[in-house]
C-alpha cells in the first residue's frame, strides 16, 4: 500500500452510542471500560492519531436537568491537551436525549442547545463540533422502524424527529459560536444507496432522494422545489418549518460521511425468497430490505463511487468520519485499505477530502442487533478490550503506519475482502436472479 496523498489525514473515534430501548440506556464507552481508562488516551497518541473524535454526551453529563457532571470530560479533555490531540466534540450520539426530553418533545431543539452553550462555556478552547452525530440515521431508527426511543413506526414521528435534531444542530452551533466563534461544524451521517428489483423503481427513487435530507435542510437546498417537499408536507411539516433552514442555513463546514458494507440496499418484492429475514413495506407492496452485497451479483457500488455523490452534490470538503468492519482483524484491515485508498483516488481526481476515520478503536458491542439487546456481542477494532489486558490487533499496526505517513503492507491485504468474494451471495439471490439484480442508479 502507498503512503497517503499529502494533507490526507488520519482521525480516531471510539464507538460512543449511548442509545435508550424503552427505559433502558446502552452506553458504549460504559461497556468498553474507556470511561475508566484515561490511558487510553496516551494508546492513541502513540498510533500518531491527532484528531479525535470526542463524546461530551447530554445523557452522561446532564442526566437532571442543571445537574452537570464534567468530571470524566474534565479529566479526558485535560489530557487530549497534553497529549496534543484536538477533539472533535459530540452532543449527542445515537441517543434521544435525557429522560426529561426526546426526539418528538416541541422543546428538544431548545433543550439541547441550552446543552451545547454549557459544553461551550466549559471548554471555550474547543473549536470542532459534531453536535447530533447521524441525525437522519438516528431518526429512521428511532421513529420510523421502531428500535430505539421513543420507539414509533410512522413518517410523521420520522419527519418531527429529523426536524427537531436539525433544529437543534442550527440552534446549538449558534450557541457554540457565540463563545467561540471560529466553532466549525462537522456533520455527519450515514451514506449508502439502495437498489431493488423491477416494480420498486418508485422506492428506490424514495429512498435515494431521502438519504441527502438532513445535509439538505442544514444547507438550506429544501425549498417547494425539492424532491423531498410535498412528503414533509404531507408528513405533517408546515412550510414556515421547512422554510427556517432555508432562511436560516447552517451549512457544515465539513460533511462527515460514514459509510458500511451494509450502508447498501437492495428492496427485493420477491420476499418469500428470504427465510428469515425481516419484511418490509410502503403500504403499497410488500419487501424484503437486504444488504446489496448479498444479492448484487457484481457486489457493492464500493466507497469511491458513494464518495463522489457526496462530493458532486455539495462541493463541501468531506471528512469519511467512520471507517469500520464489524469482523475479524484481517478482514478489517482489508475494508480500512478499501475505505484509505478511495479516498487518495478521489483527492487525485479533485475531491477535497480531508481525512479518514478509524472509527471503533476500541471495539463495539452488539451492533449486529443495531444495540437492542444485552448480549455481550463484541467485536474488536484497532484495540481489542475483551480481556483484562487491552491487546492492539494488526489493525492499529495499520493505523499507526498510516498516521505517521509511512508506508504499509501486508501479505493479508492480496487477498480480497470478503464483500468481494462470491461467496457472500446469499442463495436466495442466486436462485432469484442467477446473475445480475436489476440496476438502479445510485445518484
Not at 464507538?15 to 440506556?25: A, K, P, Q, V
Not at 428500535?147 to 452551533?173: G, I, Y
Not at 451514506?191 to 424514495?206: E, I, M, N
Not at 403500504?283 to 457486489?299: F, I, L, N, P, W
Request: net charge negative.
Amino acid at each position: 500500500m502507498k503512503s497517503n496523498a499529502p494533507g490526507l489525514e488520519l482521525w480516531g473515534g471510539v464507538e460512543c452510542t449511548l442509545n435508550r430501548i424503552g427505559d433502558r440506556y446502552y452506553d458504549q464507552l460504559e461497556r468498553s471500560g474507556h470511561r475508566r481508562r484515561l490511558d487510553d488516551l496516551d494508546r492513541f497518541a502513540a498510533l500518531s492519531l491527532h484528531t479525535l473524535r470526542f463524546p461530551i454526551l447530554w445523557e452522561a453529563v446532564a442526566p437532571l436537568a442543571d445537574d452537570f457532571d464534567w468530571r470524566w470530560s474534565d479529566a479526558a479533555l485535560h489530557r487530549c491537551r497534553e497529549l496534543g490531540i484536538r477533539p472533535i466534540v459530540g452532543l449527542l450520539h445515537h441517543g434521544s436525549g435525557p429522560r426529561y426530553t426526546d426526539l418528538l418533545d416541541p422543546d428538544f431543539p431548545q433543550k439541547f442547545a441550552a446543552y451545547a452553550r454549557a459544553v461551550a462555556e466549559r471548554y471555550p478552547w474547543i473549536d470542532a463540533y459534531t453536535p447530533i452525530n447521524e441525525p437522519l440515521t438516528t431518526a429512521r431508527f428511532s421513529a420510523l422502524y421502531g428500535l430505539w426511543f421513543p420507539h414509533r413506526r410512522d413518517k410523521e414521528s420520522f419527519v418531527r424527529a429529523l426536524w427537531n435534531q436539525s433544529r437543534a444542530t442550527v440552534l446549538a452551533m449558534q450557541e457554540i459560536r457565540t463563545v467561540n466563534p471560529a466553532a466549525i461544524l462537522i456533520q455527519t451521517d450515514d451514506l449508502g444507496c439502495t437498489v431493488g428489483s423491477p416494480g420498486l423503481q418508485y422506492q428506490v427513487d424514495f429512498e435515494n432522494e431521502r438519504r441527502w435530507l438532513g445535509w439538505d435542510l442544514l444547507v438550506g437546498k429544501v425549498d417547494p422545489g425539492h424532491a423531498m417537499w410535498s412528503y414533509l408536507r404531507w408528513s405533517g411539516l408546515a412550510e414556515k418549518e421547512i422554510l427556517i433552514f432555508r432562511d436560516e442555513p447552517c451549512p457544515p463546514d465539513l460533511l462527515g460521511i460514514n459509510y458500511y458494507i451494509t450502508s447498501e440496499r437492495f428492496i427485493d418484492a420477491d420476499w418469500r425468497r428470504y427465510p428469515g429475514e425481516d419484511h418490509a413495506g410502503n403500504g403499497r407492496d410488500q419487501y424484503v430490505d437486504v444488504s446489496t452485497v448479498g444479492v448484487r451479483a457484481e457486489g457493492i457500488f464500493g466507497p469511491s463511487r458513494l464518495y463522489w455523490d457526496a462530493w458532486s452534490r455539495y462541493k463541501i470538503p468531506l471528512a469519511i468520519t467512520e471507517a469500520h468492519l464489524g469482523c475479524t482483524p484481517d478482514e478489517q484491515m482489508r475494508w480500512f485499505h478499501e475505505i484509505w485508498d478511495a479516498a487518495n483516488k478521489l483527492r487525485r481526481a479533485g475531491a477535497d477530502i480531508r481525512a479518514v476515520t478509524a472509527w471503533a478503536l476500541l471495539g463495539a458491542y452488539d451492533w449486529d442487533s443495531l444495540v437492542t439487546r444485552d448480549d455481550g456481542r463484541y467485536e474488536s477494532g484497532a484495540f481489542d478490550v475483551s480481556s483484562a489486558e487491552m491487546q492492539p490487533t494488526v489493525l492499529a499496526e495499520m493505523i499507526g503506519a498510516l498516521a505517521s505517513e509511512k508506508s504499509f503492507a501486508d501479505p493479508l491485504l492480496d487477498i480480497p475482502g470478503w464483500w468481494r468474494r462470491p461467496a457472500r451471495l446469499l442463495a436466495s439471490a442466486t436462485a432469484r436472479f442467477g446473475a445480475e439484480p436489476l440496476y438502479c442508479a445510485a445518484s
